[in-house]
């Protein structure tokens, strides 16, 4: 059983930075895939950003809208998962949702078997 933490939204101005963290509990958090989702108003949740293992290091994807501007990274030591978000947007707006996945897989929804309960982001333009 992994429980998820998320912190660190609030309103921020367009052009402004947040720093989200998700702490995880769990003997196993560095085995995990860990995501970011988000989702907007009226929308369905989308994938933003995700870091899992592959062979002998950690490798980033991220979703084209967030692509060189959002960084994800991890503190296994603290069992945490970060996303850096610079060069804020008003349509990043939404709740941030962490994920764990078992799985190597990172994209689809269905392969997170754990979930935080969200942090807000706003952005204003």
């Known amino acids: 059983q992994v429980q998820l933490v998320e912190s660190g939204g609030g309103l921020v101005q367009t052009g402004g930075s947040l720093r989200l963290s998700c702490a995880a509990s769990g003997r196993t958090f560095s085995s995990y895939t860990m995501g970011w989702f988000r989702q907007a108003p009226g929308k369905e949740r989308e994938f933003v950003a995700a870091?899992?293992?592959?062979?002998?290091?950690?490798?980033?994807y991220y979703a084209d809208s967030v692509k060189g501007r959002f960084t994800i990274s991890r503190d296994n030591a603290r069992s945490t998962v970060y996303l850096q978000m610079n060069s804020l947007k008003p349509e990043d707006t939404a709740v941030y949702y962490c994920?764990?996945?078992?799985?190597?897989?990172?994209?689809?929804?269905?392969?997170?078997?754990?979930w935080g309960q969200g942090t807000q982001v706003t952005v204003s333009s």
């Open positions: 994920a764990a996945s078992p799985s190597g897989e990172y994209y689809y929804q269905r392969v997170y078997n754990y």
């Open positions: 870091i899992g293992w592959s062979v002998n290091t950690y490798i980033t």
